[in-house]
């Protein structure tokens, strides 16, 4: 029911994962991220406590490998999960269970890895992966071309509905957490129209956060 790629950006330090589903609102129990440590992306059946189990695993000092081992342990069920998991310094580890629905498949490649499960065919998860590998920019438009691609290679094997893309840097929230809970036409189109949108005024919330005194204005009525 969901394909999803867990990027990070060499020169930044940025991390990310964009993710699309079959089901309502993705971006709400699938992507876990924390600033300096990493990303996990907890899919199909998915028990969403894994990611901050992983997430304090890594914290901790543990391997990609280490704290996806441990996290699964934590779980009985976890033969009906599937699990990709990025720490800081680009060390990544996937799993997915015996119980993982339909043609499902996980690939680690060059700072990203990336997983699906009800996909058209195994070829989705290596067209992320090598479209991630061979864009360029910022992380955002790398994640998006990655689901663009394993759109292009088959996708699911029904429709999606719902994608997010979250981003974190240096500040302890997100700079980036959009979403398309739900939608009836192509939720990863959607989700890039969102993205273009928010762009240009990223940098601007994250100014207003740390510095009022430097904020630039809404542009909204009382505020020009």
């Not at 499902?104 to 997983?115: K, M, P, R, T």
């Not at 290596?126 to 438009?141: I, K, P, Q, T, W």
């Not at 129209?193 to 928010?198: D, I, K, P, S, V």
């Amino acid at each position: 029911m969901t394909l999803s790629i867990v990027g990070r950006c060499a020169e930044t330090g940025q991390m990310g994962i964009a993710i699309s589903s079959s089901s309502i609102a993705v971006g709400a129990r699938c992507p876990w991220l924390r600033t300096q440590v990493g990303a996990v992306s907890t899919q199909n059946i998915t028990l969403p406590a894994l990611g901050p189990r992983i997430l304090d695993q890594l914290q901790q000092g543990k391997s990609a490998q280490a704290a996806l081992a441990a996290g699964l342990a934590s779980d009985e069920y976890h033969q009906y999960r599937q699990v990709t998991v990025l720490a800081a310094d680009g060390q990544s580890a996937c799993f997915s269970g015996e119980k993982t629905l339909g043609v499902n498949h996980a690939l680690s490649g060059v700072e990203c890895v990336a997983a699906g499960n009800l996909l058209a065919n195994t070829e989705v998860i290596v067209a992320m992966v090598n479209a991630f590998e061979r864009s360029e920019g910022h992380l955002a438009d790398r994640l998006l071309c990655a689901m663009q691609a394993g759109m292009t290679a088959g996708g699911e094997a029904g429709p999606v509905h719902s994608a997010a893309l979250s981003i974190v840097a240096e500040p302890v929230w997100p700079i980036v957490d959009l979403r398309i809970d739900w939608t009836e036409a192509n939720p990863i189109d959607e989700l890039s129209t969102l993205w273009q949108a928010y762009q240009p005024q990223m940098q601007d919330y994250v100014v207003r956060a740390l510095d009022p005194t430097k904020a630039p204005s809404y542009g909204v009525p009382g505020d020009e």
